[in-house]
Structure formats: structure tokens, C-alpha cells
């Protein structure tokens, strides 16, 4: 009982906490850093003197529970992505952001070709490290602290324990590099006179900066769909979840099976045993909405309410992920992880300097400053950025980034491929991976030449 009441106590002090820093240090506001990140970073400070100190008998156990909720709670927040959401058909997808699908896949595949280029290249013959290292921008950034920490069993499978700590040192240098990168890039931007809508970037509502919105300007949580007198909305909404998570895990052990039946007989490679669940779980989320599309007449499912279930999710998660890194992990590959981070970054600027300007056909700052964001740190890093040089949504950039979501998710980010480009590597070696990865490039740009160009 003790482990449990430190443990999810613990989790809630330190948010609080990162909440008052962020209100308190102007550096923390000017760059927008979230109040989860800041309280795992207090979390982990914490952790290492107390680890020092050796006076607290409970902090192993509590160090375990932080390490392995992540698993679940990455779940919960996957199951969330559609519930609630309209799915509308693939012709209006492709015809809203089609374009911005292309520019979120080329950012994406072109994480894995420069990661594991440069683990072929350089790091693994100077360093000798870990072949999966060059996955590590993508799960880190296109993925954030949620997906890294959601691979911990794939980690443990590939026996590459350590990698973890890796994953979410390179979430929090993307969320860094995100924002703090970001903003530095909106002003270029602005000055050169190529924002469409933004002319001061420093003239920022105060309150938008501490993270507390004026009274007149809070939006509802979500509405209540059901009575409470027949069932809490919260425990209606948590049900849905619930049970795509439980889809997903029969979705997961459908696939290991067709999987011992095709490839076992043929000594092949297996990869549904590393693959883990939470990419499933928002399969079952949309599984579920196709048919409560069809049989929900009343609309009962809210997505603003199941939007506040994934940010509950997903805050916890970050503090429990980041306060239980090992620094012992990372310190050992200080120098290779500096340089995959480095290269990361470059390659997310190269995008947005060199790529966006000659494919997008309007509102190109704008489009690829959210794609910077959601590609370094996370999909609320890319609205927070979109939100700053396109406050009233009046450039196309949001509805196209919003419509490529529906198709990107389920791929990058946490989605299918990234579940499955570690084992691959384990059982392929990074060359293979590379070279599809390459190609995966290359197939996109050509469809962006026949589909796109000449419009």
C-alpha cells in the first residue's frame, strides 16, 4: 500500500512542482517548456540524491513502479488518438492533407535514413554501439517520451535494456529542441517577412506564456453525454478505452499467431513478439468508432473528454518516464547520443529551411513549423508553434495538419512502423533497414512528383 500511495503521490507532487517552476521561471514560459517535462527533470534530481543518500528503503520498489507504468499508460493514450473524432473517408484525407502527409513521411523516413547512416557510417565502428541506436531520433522525436517509454518491454526483448533511458534522453532533447529550436526559427521567419500572418513573435499574451488562460477565455473540458445518474461520462468514456486496449491485445496475439503459422515453419524472423501493444490500442480505437459511427446515434462518445483522459495519460507518464531514467545508460554512450542528436536536429532544420519552401503551395512557414514541432518533440509541441504564427487558424496549415494526422499516426510517431523497426534491425541488421528506409524516401518523393508537382 505504501509503494502505491508514494508512488502515484510522488507522480502528483512533482507535476505540481513543475507547475509552480513553470510559473515562476520566465525561461521555463519563453520557450514553452511543459510542466510534465520540468517535474520529471525535479523527479530524477530527487531520485539521484536520495539514491545517494541510501535512507529511503521504498524507493526501489517506487522506481520500478514508475518504470513499468509507462507500458500501460502509453496505451491509454494511443486508445484516446479517434475516439470521439469523425472519421471522415480517405479521398477527403488525401484531398486536405495529402501534401502535408508527404512533407510528415519524408521528415519521418528521413529520420531513420540519417540515424542509422550514421550509426554505418560512424558510430558503429568507432563506438561499436548498439545496431537499434539509429532508431533512436525517431522514436524519440517523431515518437516523444509516451513511445519511447511504451517500447520498454521491446527493449527488454532485444535485450537492450539501457535503450529505454536513450529513448527518453532523446524525447527530452526533441521537446527541448522543439520549442526552444522552434521559436528561433519563427523569428527568422518573421523578420525575413515569410509568415503569413505573424508580425511580432515577442507579443505573446502573458497568460498564454504562464499557462493560465483569463477566466473569459477557458474552454469546457468536454461535454457530459451521459447522466450521471445512469453513468458517470468519465467512466462511460474510460470503458471505450478499456476496451480497445483489450482489442488491441487481441489484435496482438491474432498477429503472433498468423505469424508462428507462416514464418516459424520457414525459420524466418519473428517480429509480433517485440512488437508492443499501445499501436494496436489505437487500432481498437478505431475499430470501435467505425461502429459507433454507424450504431451511435446520440453522439455519446465526446472527444474533448477523452482528449482530457489522454493528457492525464500522458502527464503522468512523462514525470514517471523521466524520473526513472537511468543516467548510468545514457552517460555510457554520451558521446555517439550527442552526435545522433545532433544529426536529428539538423536533419528536422534541413526540412524546414530547404524542403517545405519548394513543395508547399501556400502557407509554407506555417505548414512546416508544426511539422518541426510534432517531428522533435510532440504533436503538441507542433499545435503549440502553429498556434504562435497562426493564432486565429487563418492559413490552411492547420486543417492539412490535422487531416495527415489520421494517416501518419498509424504509421510514425508510434504507430506500426515504429513498433516494428527495432526488431527489424535486431534480426536484419541496420544496412537492410537503412536501404528500405532510403526507399521509402525516394517512393515518396516520386509520388509527390506525379501527384503533387504540377498542381
Keep these: 500500500m505504501e509503494v502505491i500511495v508514494f508512488s502515484f503521490g510522488g507522480l502528483g507532487v512533482l507535476l505540481l512542482l513543475g507547475k509552480y517552476i513553470r510559473i515562476k521561471v520566465k525561461l521555463f514560459q519563453k520557450f514553452f517548456i511543459p510542466s510534465?517535462?520540468?517535474?520529471?527533470?525535479?523527479?530524477?534530481?530527487?531520485i539521484q540524491v536520495l539514491l545517494s543518500l541510501n535512507k529511503f528503503p521504498l524507493?526501489?520498489?517506487?522506481?520500478?513502479?514508475?518504470?513499468?507504468?509507462?507500458?500501460?499508460?502509453?496505451?491509454?493514450?494511443?486508445?484516446?488518438?479517434?475516439?470521439?473524432?469523425?472519421?471522415?473517408?480517405?479521398?477527403?484525407i488525401w484531398r486536405l492533407g495529402g501534401i502535408q502527409l508527404y512533407y510528415g513521411q519524408t521528415v519521418a523516413w528521413g529520420q531513420y535514413v540519417v540515424g542509422l547512416g550514421l550509426v554505418l557510417i560512424l558510430l558503429g565502428p568507432v563506438f561499436h554501439i548498439n545496431p537499434m541506436f539509429g532508431a533512436l531520433i525517431?522514436?524519440?522525436?517523431?515518437?516523444?517520451?509516451?513511445?519511447?517509454?511504451?517500447?520498454?518491454?521491446?527493449?527488454?526483448?532485444?535485450?537492450?535494456?539501457?535503450?529505454?533511458?536513450?529513448?527518453?534522453?532523446?524525447?527530452?532533447?526533441g521537446v527541448f529542441a522543439g520549442v526552444i529550436i522552434g521559436t528561433i526559427l519563427i523569428?527568422?521567419?518573421?523578420?525575413?517577412?515569410?509568415?503569413?500572418?505573424?508580425?511580432?513573435?515577442?507579443?505573446?499574451?502573458?497568460n498564454f506564456l504562464r499557462g493560465i488562460p483569463s477566466k473569459e477565455k477557458r474552454e469546457s473540458a468536454g461535454v457530459l453525454t451521459t447522466s450521471?445518474?445512469?453513468i458517470e461520462p468519465l467512466a462511460y468514456h474510460t470503458s471505450f478505452i478499456g476496451l480497445a486496449i483489450i482489442i488491441g491485445y487481441f489484435i496482438r496475439l491474432l498477429l503472433i499467431f498468423i505469424e508462428s503459422l507462416l514464418f516459424t515453419p520457414l525459420g524466418l524472423f519473428k517480429i509480433m513478439e517485440y512488437f508492443p501493444l499501445f499501436p494496436l490500442a489505437m487500432i481498437g480505437g478505431v475499430i470501435i468508432q467505425i461502429i459507433m459511427n454507424k450504431l451511435d446515434k446520440q453522439d455519446t462518445i465526446d472527444n474533448k473528454l477523452m482528449m482530457r483522459i489522454h493528457g492525464l495519460s500522458l502527464d503522468f507518464l512523462i514525470v514517471a518516464a523521466l524520473a526513472a531514467i537511468s543516467i548510468q545508460a545514457i552517460w555510457a554512450e554520451i558521446v555517439p547520443f550527442v552526435l545522433l542528436m545532433i544529426v536529428g536536429v539538423g536533419w528536422n532544420v534541413f526540412c524546414v529551411l530547404v524542403i517545405a519552401p519548394r513543395i508547399f503551395p501556400n502557407a509554407k512557414f506555417e505548414r512546416s513549423i508544426a511539422e518541426f514541432g510534432q517531428s522533435t518533440g510532440v504533436t503538441a509541441t507542433g499545435l503549440l508553434l502553429l498556434r504562435i504564427v497562426d493564432p486565429d487558424a487563418k492559413t490552411p496549415a492547420l486543417e492539412a495538419f490535422g487531416y495527415k494526422q489520421?494517416?501518419?499516426?498509424?504509421?510514425?510517431?508510434?504507430?506500426?512502423?515504429?513498433?516494428a523497426a527495432m526488431p527489424l534491425i535486431y534480426n536484419h541488421g541496420p544496412f537492410a533497414i537503412f536501404m528500405f528506409s532510403l526507399s521509402m524516401l525516394i517512393l515518396w518523393t516520386i509520388a509527390y512528383r506525379f501527384l503533387f508537382y504540377n498542381k
Excluded: Q
Design 59 to 92: 524507493l526501489d520498489k517506487i522506481i520500478y513502479v514508475w518504470r513499468t507504468s509507462p507500458g500501460f499508460l502509453i496505451s491509454i493514450v494511443f486508445a484516446t488518438l479517434f475516439l470521439g473524432k469523425k472519421i471522415p473517408n480517405i479521398k477527403t
Design 138 to 173: 525517431n522514436i524519440g522525436f517523431e515518437g516523444g517520451h509516451g513511445t519511447a517509454a511504451g517500447l520498454v518491454e521491446s527493449f527488454k526483448s532485444l535485450n537492450w535494456e539501457e535503450g529505454m533511458s536513450l529513448a527518453l534522453g532523446s524525447a527530452t532533447i
Design 406 to 419: 489520421l494517416l501518419h499516426e498509424p504509421i510514425m510517431g508510434g504507430g506500426l512502423w515504429t513498433g
Design 187 to 206: 523569428n527568422i521567419a518573421c523578420r525575413r517577412g515569410e509568415t503569413e500572418i505573424l508580425e511580432k513573435p515577442e507579443k505573446i499574451p502573458e
Design 228 to 230: 450521471v445518474e445512469s
Design 36 to 46: 510534465s517535462v520540468i517535474g520529471g527533470l525535479l523527479g530524477l534530481l530527487l
